[in-house]
């Protein structure tokens, strides 16, 4: 069995085909030119058709039994296109919910849109809607409801319910939402391949969720530090903890916990700074060739040890964050792991790794699929099929650990 597996970033698009045993058959990334305008999403949906051609490019024998799709949030999207992301400024207003100071904005910045669509969608559920024509929202978890919206909160936020009933109704991640719509396949042109009327999808979660889930941080006492836009320190807890920085909601596992620290801007300021090589040199650079330059870098070069301090202000953080999540969880009673799984474009540099883990002083695990968001939706996807009881026995299933570092100190 094979899972179309789909994540929409902030920045491009990820897909592969994973099996039930965890092997990555093949991916693919799409990178986005609208990323900073208000139709951003207008991209996303042939963002998927490249990104399947390329798939079944590279594995022509590979076929589809499913489809599942994560994707960033909190975002929310109109049926015609315009996007408000997780990122922009949202309104203040005093609220639990991640969702409603980003719907009254969105409200506020596209009211004749807003008022005329029938439905507003999540990220991954306005791609879900392309591929099905089914509208939904994806609750990972029922105590995530306050995190998302209750009538009373969002009539206490101004909202009548005609607007109210915009939001499409709630379904749990690994749920198969419906079948792809003839117009879909017909427009993803990949039939001889399993992407045929019907083909079932299955709903994935927040791309943040869904990394936890492909890193296996799904049981108590384990570790993640998710990197993209912005990177986050991630704790799996039996109680939830509380403090300065720290962000706690619950796990996609029932009973669980997850405590985080945001770093809210570490991958933008490498980005940013890899642009600068760039426009300097009038080239693209390697991402894995720049990381090797500015770690070597041995004081000669300005612009070269500016990268440098960069990439150690950042595991400074890290450690940070770390620390602060150690902190609390002695308050608590309770224990604290050694070592810590690392996921995205991170995950690739060696010699970053090992930068990393002798800053940090704890081990540093790298997954064998670095794309975690995408193995984390083959576990939901096969979890809604009944190959596995639940997600959580479908992340560790699939997870599979290749390297593992070791501070410097500790081999010494």
């Given at each position: 069995?094979?899972?179309l597996?789909v994540?929409?970033?902030?920045?491009?698009?990820?897909?592969?085909?994973?099996?039930?045993?965890?092997n990555?058959?093949?991916?693919?990334?799409?990178?986005?030119?609208?990323?900073?305008?208000?139709?951003?999403?207008?991209?996303?949906?042939?963002?998927?058709?490249?990104?399947v051609?390329?798939?079944?490019?590279?594995?022509?024998?590979?076929?589809?039994?499913?489809?599942?799709?994560?994707g960033?949030?909190?975002?929310?999207?109109?049926?015609?296109?315009?996007?408000?992301?997780?990122?922009?400024?949202?309104?203040?207003?005093?609220?639990?919910?991640?969702?409603?100071?980003?719907?009254?904005?969105?409200?506020?910045?596209?009211?004749?849109?807003w008022?005329?669509?029938?439905?507003?969608?999540?990220?991954?559920?306005?791609?879900?809607?392309?591929?099905?024509?089914?509208?939904?929202?994806?609750?990972?978890?029922?105590?995530?409801?306050?995190?998302?919206w209750?009538?009373?909160?969002?009539?206490?936020?101004?909202?009548?319910?005609?607007?109210?009933?915009?939001?499409?109704?709630?379904?749990?991640?690994?749920?198969?939402?419906?079948?792809?719509?003839?117009?879909?396949?017909?427009?993803?042109?990949?039939?001889?391949?399993?992407?045929?009327?019907?083909?079932?999808?299955?709903?994935?979660?927040?791309?943040f969720?869904?990394?936890?889930?492909?890193?296996?941080?799904?049981?108590?006492?384990?570790?993640?530090d998710?990197?993209?836009?912005?990177e986050g320190?991630?704790?799996?807890?039996?109680?939830?903890?509380?403090?300065?920085?720290?962000?706690?909601?619950?796990?996609?596992?029932?009973?669980?916990?997850?405590?985080?620290?945001?770093?809210?801007?570490?991958?933008?300021?490498f980005?940013?700074?890899?642009?600068?090589?760039?426009?300097?040199?009038?080239q693209?650079?390697?991402?894995?060739?720049?990381?090797?330059?500015?770690?070597?870098?041995?004081?000669?070069?300005?612009?070269?040890?500016?990268?440098?301090?960069l990439?150690?202000?950042?595991?400074?953080?890290?450690?940070?964050?770390?620390?602060t999540?150690?902190?609390?969880?002695?308050?608590?009673?309770?224990?604290?792991?050694?070592?810590?799984?690392?996921?995205?474009?991170?995950?690739?540099?060696?010699?970053?790794?090992?930068m990393?883990?002798?800053?940090?002083?704890?081990?540093?695990?790298v997954?064998?699929?670095?794309?975690?968001?995408?193995?984390?939706?083959?576990?939901?996807?096969?979890?809604?099929?009944?190959?596995f009881?639940?997600?959580?026995?479908?992340?560790?299933?699939?997870?599979?650990?290749?390297?593992?570092?070791?501070?410097?100190?500790?081999?010494?």
């Open positions: 069995m094979t899972i597996c994540d929409i970033g902030t920045s491009s698009l990820k897909a592969a085909l994973i099996n039930e045993e965890g990555v058959i093949a991916k693919t990334r799409r990178k986005f030119l609208l990323v900073t305008t208000e139709h951003s999403s207008k991209e996303w949906f042939p963002a998927l058709q490249n990104a051609a390329d798939l079944f490019n590279a594995a022509p024998e590979a076929k589809a039994d499913g489809i599942c799709v994560s960033n949030g909190p975002t929310l999207v109109a049926p015609t296109g315009e996007t408000f992301l997780w990122n922009e400024k949202a309104v203040e207003i005093k609220s639990n919910s991640l969702f409603i100071p980003r719907i009254i904005s969105f409200k506020n910045k596209f009211s004749a849109i008022e005329k669509s029938e439905y507003i969608f999540g990220a991954p559920e306005y791609l879900v809607w392309l591929l099905t024509d089914k509208a939904c929202t994806i609750l990972p978890e029922e105590r995530y409801t306050d995190a998302y209750t009538e009373k909160d969002l009539l206490a936020a101004g909202l009548n319910k005609d607007e109210i009933a915009k939001l499409p109704p709630f379904r749990k991640s690994s749920e198969k939402i419906g079948g792809l719509t003839h117009k879909a396949v017909s427009f993803l042109g990949a039939e001889d391949h399993g992407i045929k009327d019907g083909l079932p999808v299955f709903l994935g979660s927040p791309d969720i869904a990394a936890l889930i492909g890193t296996a941080t799904v049981r108590e006492n384990t570790l993640c998710r990197a993209g836009s912005s320190i991630n704790l799996c807890t039996r109680e939830p903890l509380y403090g300065e920085n720290i962000r706690t909601l619950p796990s996609i596992v029932p009973g669980l916990w997850n405590a985080s620290v945001l770093l809210p801007d570490s991958g933008s300021k980005a940013a700074y890899k642009q600068k090589i760039e426009r300097e040199l009038g693209s650079v390697d991402y894995n060739e720049l990381l090797e330059i500015m770690i070597e870098s041995d004081g000669s070069n300005a612009t070269l040890d500016q990268g440098k301090y990439l150690i202000q950042t595991a400074l953080d890290v450690r940070a964050a770390i620390e999540l150690r902190k609390a969880a002695f308050e608590k009673g309770l224990p604290f792991p050694d070592t810590m799984t690392i996921t995205g474009g991170q995950a690739s540099n060696d010699k970053r790794n090992q990393k883990t002798d800053i940090t002083g704890i081990k540093i695990r997954p064998l699929c670095s794309d975690s968001e995408l193995l984390g939706d083959a576990a939901m996807a096969f979890a809604g099929m009944g190959m009881s639940s997600i959580q026995e479908a992340s560790e299933k699939l997870f599979f650990a290749d390297k593992l570092f070791v501070p410097s100190s500790v081999e010494e």
